[in-house]
């Protein structure tokens, strides 16, 4: 069965600095997808970034980059250069053959 | 639309009613998702509709809950007898083609209430 695992349930940053949010994730599939996803309080899910399993280049979209790690199973999202709107929860999902799965999540504040 | 369409926005329901909740995805998505959120907690899966494929509805937490995909667009997902634990968010996803491959688009949710 696929898992999706967010170990820290909150987190902290001061703006400007740099955060990192970690998951880890279990499953059976070789050709697989993983994601991380912005909630803010509008409730509207946005799509932060994407990593394709069979990629060894971790992937990156401006101030957002991932550190992906195949043979631990492990997808760590880093954030540079932290901003007020960066605010939000922060989900980990997993996909592949099947449906996508989600870890729990982690709520992401900045301080000014 | 240019998104996923979510209705009602809001339900309120006495214990016991029934409660209908439709999604409307991007069109030409062919995968539908169907996700739980309770008060600052996680997405937990409930069903995944994927073209003319059976359902996965390994999720739906009891045989209270059921859902449809008509033509394989519009979904709805149904609660029977509603329980004071049934409230929670549920959001709608789609995505382009099968599997999880692509970005999965959300609707904004219908936050369901029972009194």
């Known amino acids: 069965a696929q898992t999706v695992t967010q170990s820290q349930p909150e987190m902290s940053v001061q703006e400007a600095e740099t955060v990192t949010l970690s998951c880890t994730y279990d499953?059976?599939?070789?050709?697989?997808?993983l994601f991380w996803y912005k909630q803010p309080p509008s409730r509207q899910m946005i799509l932060v970034i994407r990593?394709?399993?069979?990629?060894?280049q971790n992937a990156t979209e401006n101030r957002f980059s991932v550190n992906f790690q195949k043979a631990a199973k492990s997808f760590s999202l880093k954030i540079s250069d932290s901003q007020l709107g960066d605010a939000a929860m922060y989900f980990c999902?997993?996909?592949?053959?099947?449906?996508?799965?989600f870890g729990k999540g982690t709520k992401l504040s900045v301080k000014p | 639309g240019a998104g996923v369409s979510q209705s009602p926005s809001n339900k309120v329901t006495e214990k016991g009613k029934d409660v209908e909740l439709r999604c409307d995805p991007i069109?030409?998505?062919?995968?539908l998702y169907w996700y739980r959120q309770s008060l600052g907690q996680g997405l937990e899966f409930l069903i995944y509709?994927?073209?003319?494929?059976?359902?996965?509805k390994s999720g739906l937490p009891s045989d209270r809950f059921s859902a449809e995909r008509t033509g394989g667009s519009v979904s709805t997902l149904t609660i029977q007898r509603t329980q004071q634990e049934d409230s929670a968010v549920y959001l709608c996803?789609?995505?382009?083609?099968?599997?999880?491959?692509?970005?999965?688009?959300f609707g904004q949710g219908t936050r369901l209430t029972v009194v």
């Open positions: 996803a789609s995505s382009l083609r099968g599997g999880a491959y692509t970005e999965a688009f």
């Open positions: 499953t059976s599939e070789s050709d697989y997808y």
């Open positions: 990593q394709e399993a069979y990629k060894q």
């Open positions: 999902a997993q996909g592949g053959q099947g449906n996508l799965i």
């Open positions: 069109s030409g998505h062919t995968a």
């Open positions: 509709f994927q073209g003319n494929s059976a359902p996965d």
